[in-house]
């Protein structure tokens, strides 16, 4: 018999899982889709069913709440660096190299961050880092 | 207790929907072994007139079918409309998964289709019908479930405007190309800008219409 918090902890497990597999899949069927298509039509095509799924599940499941008007601004900000901005740059490095490279240079971005990072302020990597 | 009752339902209109998308691929593969016995492909051949008169009424036929089961499965106006949604979407979808499991078609989701025929036939590739129908799914379960659970879900003026245009936008983006439409033309480039304006478009529309009049001003 398994208890209800082993079976919540197992089902957290599955989820993860299928979070990571749906994110790796990302590299390989971003990259036969913009073979199909204008690189900015996929993306448009992508973020609008994006924003649609995420939602209808956010209205589904929660009530209506608000953004409060001095958010707006920075939730705006945010959007743009991080979906809008980031997004295009992805799209268009995928479209210059392979799913395999894009996937290794993203997955190793935290050392790419630090190695800028050092570099534009002058600091020194350290063990401890 | 309610949304596990309105769960259940929606996945006995997702269990009719795929049911009742292999009757429709089923039609459609004998039209095609009558019009294309080497494969569908554009330019459109034209259909006999007794032929297009039967296809004119089934099509009206499966819509009433549709719009039936979501009057039986729902209790209000727009739990039925949200459970006819789900059973749209989720028989447009399958119409195309049949498709590829009986006759391996389309090869890939960029091949174009013959949607509809009513008023002048629409034309698109697969992937179209299938985002909108991906769309309609999700916001039909996302009405059903929100009533569920007592939210507020009510389309205002606004709502209607926004559908109303996101569903003129598809479908100036399906009849468009008058020449492979009616013509027998090889289509020419989907403009797949309108497709994202419209489901843009839908998308306003639901979140508007889950907005009480009253919440909006609460935080202000």
Redesign the interface.
């Known amino acids: 018999m398994i208890s209800t918090d082993r079976r919540r902890d197992i089902r957290a497990e599955i989820l993860l899982l299928v979070a990571v597999v749906i994110w790796a899949a990302n590299y390989p069927v971003s990259k036969f889709s913009i073979a199909q298509l204008n690189i900015f039509v996929f993306n448009g095509i992508r973020y609008v069913i994006a924003s649609l799924v995420l939602t209808v599940f956010f209205m589904a499941t929660q009530a209506w709440k608000p953004i409060h008007r001095s958010d707006r601004a920075r939730l705006l900000r945010a959007g743009l660096v991080a979906h809008v901005l980031y997004q295009v740059a992805f799209i268009i490095g995928l479209s210059m190299t392979t799913a395999g490279n894009s996937a290794v240079l993203l997955a190793t971005a935290p050392l790419w961050t630090i190695f800028i990072h050092a570099r534009l302020r002058n600091e020194k990597i350290l063990p401890q880092m | 207790m309610a949304t596990q009752v309105a769960i259940r339902r929606l996945l006995w209109v997702c269990a009719f929907g795929i049911a009742f998308a292999f009757v429709e691929s089923s039609v459609v593969v004998y039209l095609r072994a009558l019009y294309y016995p080497e494969g569908f492909t554009f330019p459109l051949k034209f259909m006999s007139k007794q032929h297009i008169a039967v296809e004119l009424i089934r099509e009206a036929a499966t819509m009433i079918m549709l719009a039936s089961v979501g009057i039986v499965a729902g209790q209000k106006k727009w739990e039925r409309f949200g459970y006819f949604l789900v059973a749209f979407g989720v028989w447009d979808i399958f119409y195309y998964v049949w498709l590829k499991l009986i006759l391996n078609w389309p090869l ?1 989701l ?1 091949d174009w289709d013959i949607l509809f025929l009513i008023p002048l036939p629409w034309i698109s590739p697969v ?1 179209a019908p299938v ?1 909108l129908a ?2 309609m799914t ?2 039909g ?2 009405i059903v ?2 009533l569920a ?1 007592d ?2 879900f009510r389309p205002m003026l606004l709502s209607w405007i926004l559908s109303l245009s996101a569903t003129l936008v598809a479908l100036y983006s399906f009849v468009s190309d008058i020449p492979a439409a009616l013509h027998g033309q090889t289509p020419s480039a989907y403009r ?2 309108l ?2 304006a419209s ?2 478009l ?2 306003a529309g ?2 508007t219409s ?3 009049p009253a ?6």
Do not use: N
Request: glycine fraction near 8%; include cysteine; hydrophobic fraction near 40%.
């Open positions: 890939s960029f992937i985002v991906l769309c999700l916001c379960a996302g479930i929100r659970r939210e507020y797949y800008e497709l994202i489901l843009a839908y998308g639901f979140v889950c907005r009480s919440s909006g001003r609460a935080h202000q």
